[in-house]
Nanobody, 123 residues
Framework: VQLQASGGGLVQPGGSLRLSCAAS????????MGWFRQAAGKEREFVAL??????YYIDSVKGRFTISRDNAKNTVYLQMNSLKPEDTAVYYC???????????????????WGQGTQVTVSS
């Protein structure tokens, strides 16, 4: 599967953005779809995952971010509300081909990556 992320931009603190990740391939529904982010000078970190009917989030975004997917459109979304300056990063979507539980917070578990989209939260 190939991934194309979009939707980033500049937003004021407290604002919202919705990221999209369009995937090619007919087996999209079989993949765990995740979002990661990487701030300048920091390691890439897990943000959210949609897999097997469940969603998972890093603690710092719980209650503010929502991951969802539309299998008919081969697209996964990340709705980001109440954005904070510390959310500033390049956001990447990623796909994991797995039939069972996996270490979903580890970037190594994901075999396909989108190109990244910049999110900047600043006044």
């Amino acid at each position: 599967v190939q991934l194309q992320a979009s939707g980033g931009g500049l937003v004021q603190p407290g604002g919202s953005l919705r990221l999209s990740c369009a995937a090619s391939g007919r087996t999209f529904r079989n993949y765990g779809m995740g979002w990661f982010r990487q701030a300048a000078g920091k390691e890439r970190e897990f943000v959210a995952l949609d897999w097997s009917g469940h969603t998972y989030y890093i603690d710092s975004v719980k209650g503010r971010f929502t991951i969802s997917r539309d299998n008919a459109k081969n697209t996964v979304y990340l709705q980001m509300n109440s954005l904070k300056p510390e959310d500033t990063a390049v956001y990447y979507c990623a796909a994991a081909s797995t039939s069972g539980p996996f270490a979903y917070t580890s970037a190594r578990e994901y075999g396909q990556w989108g190109q990244g989209t910049q999110v900047t939260v600043s006044s």
